[in-house]
């Protein structure tokens, strides 16, 4: 198994910045990739970011280019989601997952792993 456990969530005024963060542990893959999703409640989970542990260049949602950047720490098998210029309709549940393979994925249902989730707030 693999845990997942997310931190860094919070109230933001809008404009403002968090950084998200996912420590894993547990059972390692040779290769394998990390992904920030958020949902708000009614609605699906939704693609945020994702990045290949052992390199390449990242892929991002529409609405995440040019405000947040996900990048990953090897030491702390951490991966991290940068989040500037916050708006209100960033208000959500974020959740970090794992998918073991190479191959990036923005579908929910290609992710064997999930954390518990870390709520973001803005506020208008």
């Known amino acids: 198994q693999v845990q997942l456990v997310e931190s860094g969530g919070g109230l933001v005024q809008a404009g403002g910045s968090l950084r998200l963060s996912c420590a894993a542990s547990g059972r390692t893959f040779s290769s394998f990739v990390m992904g920030w999703f958020r949902q708000v409640p009614g609605k699906e989970r939704e693609f945020v970011a994702v990045?290949?542990?052992?390199?390449?260049?990242?892929d991002y949602a529409d609405s995440a280019k040019g405000r947040f950047t996900i990048s990953r720490d090897y030491a702390k098998n951490t991966v991290y989601l940068q989040m500037n210029s916050l708006k209100p309709d960033d208000t959500a549940v974020y959740y970090c997952a794992v998918r073991p393979g190479a191959v990036l994925s923005t579908s929910t249902t290609a992710y064997n792993y999930w954390g518990q989730g870390t709520q973001v707030t803005v506020s208008s």
């Open positions: 990045i290949n542990w052992s390199g390449g260049s990242p």
